[in-house]
């Protein structure tokens, strides 16, 4: 994993599983330190600030901004905005394009509508830490779906987290996937 992570969905509950999945690699990776949880109004120049500024006490640090979806390419809420009607990215995508310090890791999660663009997910997506988890289009009633590989792997993943020790046959768990 990469100390930079951007995960995505149009499905909260993915993409909070997702989410930990990402922190909790990351502080392995690190050496088993507490994912720090940013305030759910952080901007991105504050997440700069903190990024810059190694703490005294946690030699190894994971951020954690749980929800940035105001931050892409996406619909934006009011207050919280600079005088153009946006978030001032600049800051934290100057902080990105130096590369996350050393012993920290900054993972991030938004919902989306659809697939987010944008300059910060240009950034992440340059250090191989976006990631994008599509959900099938609803199925018409006499259609049937294939799921892409993607969301096979996604949804295996979520079925052994959610199904513990119950292990299925393949044929079981597939029909479960496709349904």
Known sequence: MSRLALIASSND????????????V???ELGGCEPELLPGDVTPEQVA??????SLFAPTRVLVAQEVRWWLDTTTPAG?????GTYELEPLL?????????????????????????P???????AGGFRWIPLPDPPKPWEDVQLSADQRRVLSALLARVSGETR?????QALLLER
């Open 13 to 24: 509950y993915l993409v909070e599983e997702s989410l930990q999945e990402a922190v909790n």
């Open 120 to 126: 910060l997910v240009t950034a992440v997506d340059g």
């Open 168 to 172: 299925f046959e393949g044929g079981a």
């Open 26 to 28: 990351a502080c392995d």
């Open 94 to 118: 100057e902080v990105l394009g130096e590369g996350v310090p050393d012993g920290t890791a900054l993972v991030m999660g938004a919902w989306c509508g659809r697939k987010p663009k944008g």
């Open 80 to 84: 919280a905005l600079d005088e153009k």
């Open 49 to 54: 600030v903190e990024l810059r500024s190694p």
